[in-house]
């Protein structure tokens, strides 16, 4: 299995660009997550998503957008791309039966290095 | 919501000396406490966790222990070798109540471990 994948490994973008960064699993997990790392303040959950079809906030949402129509791929889109976005992005998944609360491992994608100039 | 803090955020070992990073967190609620480890360039893993019907766990040169009444855990890493240089995080569970629940992390440590 080649785990948690994303892609590009890094992208440099123009204030009001726009693009998608790619995250596929190969694990069969029904949860799969996104967060943004910047420097010294740890992960901040951007949006989850506990199945195909269904996504939701979390701690950070705004100026992004996500998608899951299928179970291995969930898409992080960056509509109007602003410096603040500059960040570490990682896509994560896990698998969950609803008994664990999310007492489940997490496991973690290599990241997408974003830089907005 | 959560909110989870963790100290020190660097620490600076001799090779063989112990090592100590903790944290405390906010929502008395929480019951679930990962530790994830993110060697450069490479995203978190996880290396150990605690729930909270448990004081202390321990696994090889790693251990972790939870005083829930001061909702504080700490990890402990013995005998540290160069390998275990990297960052590392805390995390606990939150929301629930009828929302989702979700980890939120702490700020991260980073540890160096000198030959």
């Known amino acids: 299995n080649a785990g948690v994948t994303q892609t590009p490994k890094f992208r440099i973008l123009k204030i009001g660009q726009s693009m998608t960064l790619q995250c596929t699993q190969d694990m069969n997990h029904n949860y799969m997550y996104w967060y943004r790392q910047d420097p010294g303040m740890g992960l901040k959950l951007i949006y989850y998503s506990v199945g195909a079809g269904i996504t939701d906030k979390g701690e950070v949402p705004n100026g992004y957008n996500v998608s899951r129509s299928t179970t291995e791929d969930f898409p992080l889109r960056l509509e109007l791309a602003a410096p603040s976005q500059t960040s570490v992005y990682f896509c994560a998944s896990s698998w969950s039966s609803g008994r664990a609360r999310g007492q489940e491992t997490q496991y973690f994608g290599p990241g997408t290095r974003l830089l907005v100039l | 919501g959560e909110n989870v803090e963790q100290h020190p955020s660097t620490l600076s070992v001799q090779e063989g000396d112990s090592a100590v990073i903790k944290c405390t967190y906010s929502?008395?609620?929480?019951?679930?406490f990962p530790w994830y480890k993110q060697e450069l360039g490479k995203g978190p893993q996880l290396i150990i966790d605690?729930?909270?019907?448990?004081g202390e766990k321990k696994d090889q040169r790693i251990a972790v222990t939870l005083n829930k009444t001061a909702k504080h855990f700490s990890l402990h890493i013995t005998e540290t070798q160069p390998e275990d240089s990297a960052v590392y995080f805390c995390?606990?569970?939150?929301?629930?109540?009828?929302?989702?629940?979700?980890?939120?992390f702490g700020k991260g440590t980073l540890l160096t471990v000198n030959p």
């Open positions: 605690i729930r909270s019907n448990v």
């Open positions: 995390a606990a569970i939150s929301g629930g109540g009828g929302s989702n629940y979700k980890l939120t």
């Open positions: 929502d008395s609620a929480s019951n679930y």
